[in-house]
């Protein structure tokens, strides 16, 4: 017989609450994943997640086989007796940002209303989505009070990365906050069956700080890098020059790689911890200003390109490829959501409506690439008559590919905005007879060293 606290039902079958699920039926919990979805539902049903993730199908279907994860479509549906009813709920539902760049809440009290209509006497409930600052006491706690029930609630963040969340779930620190001391000691509990190392923190609104910090951190990070990047160009140094000596051999200054930055989590969390502040009078002025700068790039690129005068008025006759369509490309994911490939094509498709405009990515299939509003092609096709050719993410795959065959293929005169600086080396024919032109972060047509 299942013990009682061995049962977990997780809400929200997304990038969180699956990978989660996956884990915790590793380590023999009895676990129930949510989710309305039917599409998504329906492959989950067959063992297949919705997204692409190392390591993950094949634990779902061992679980599965094993009796130790089930879905279901919502929380009425999960019937059992008493003795067997889940005493441990985890929400895992997205907190996008809404048309004003403000962060959503009402999914999470959606999700707890429903938990308190269900829940027994004594349940303990963990929020794992991303909040705003005082979400767990001042949402959360209020709904379940009014259910008359009693409660243990605790805040504990996910903080993997997307592409590496099977690995850094048995081995990222969990930090848990709790309402109470005995509700932190319950879901330390929980967690500690997953990794070594747990971390319990003073209050509910110190773990749910934590989690924005840490994705606000590096999205300074990046802007760091990228700032370093367009002040070269504006000094007519080569960017990627000034970053690789600097950090070569010298630990005290590491700059980030020049890159777009984006994502469901690096593009809201600054703006959640911004909103969260507000509340108490205080503007983070580095945070705020590290996100507006990683947002410009988009079109920063765009103006860049034309610059090079390659794309007529409105792209008449000119065929531009993207590759690289999802958010990031190490590791390598199937999200696309809040990519700035996104941005970028809606910018181009704005200023030259009359280009064709088509889409590559290793991670993505034709269908896939096709609702994006975009062309789908493999690479041979993406650099076949196109004038434009612009590398949008850091998958290592595209340091492979036979560049000096694809360019013969491109149209003249040519232009490649490698933004990451992933492509192989060029120095073919086309760049002596100056008909195709590369450009990268931290380089806009700045003039070559003297050579006198």
Known sequence: MIKKQENIC???MGYVGLTLAAIMADRGFNVWGIEKNADILKMLMKGKPHFLEKGLEARLKGNMSANRLHFLSKLSELKLNNNHQPLVYIITVGTPLDDAGRPRMDMIKSVAEEIANHMNEDALVILRSTVQLGTTRNVVKKVFEKSGKRFALAYCPERTAEGNAMAELSVL????????????????????RMTLTTIMVSSVEAAEIIKLLDNSFRDLNFAIGNEVALLCEAAG??????????????????????????????????????????AYGYVPKLIKQGRLLNESLPLHVC???????????????????????????????????ASPSLHIIALLKQRYPDAITCGHDFALDNQAISSLGIIPANIEQAFEGASVIIVANNNKKYEWIDLATLVMSMVTPAVIYDIWSVLPPYRGPYMENQLLQFLYLGNRLQPKQDKR
């Open 10 to 12: 997780i809400i929200g």
């Open 173 to 192: 620190p969990q930090i848990v906050g709790g309402l109470t001391e005995a509700a932190a000691l319950q879901a330390e509990a929980i967690f500690r």
């Open 237 to 278: 140094l080569d960017g990627k020059e000034i970053i690789t000596a600097a950090n070569t051999g010298y630990a005290r200054t590491q700059i980030a790689v020049p890159g777009f930055v984006g994502g469901p989590c690096l593009h809201k969390d600054p703006h959640i911890l911004q909103e969260s502040l507000a």
């Open 303 to 337: 103006e860049s390109l034309a610059e090079t005068k390659i794309i007529p008025p409105k792209g008449k006759g000119i065929k531009i490829s993207i590759l690289g369509l999802t958010f990031k490309g190490r590791p390598e994911t199937s999200d696309t959501r």
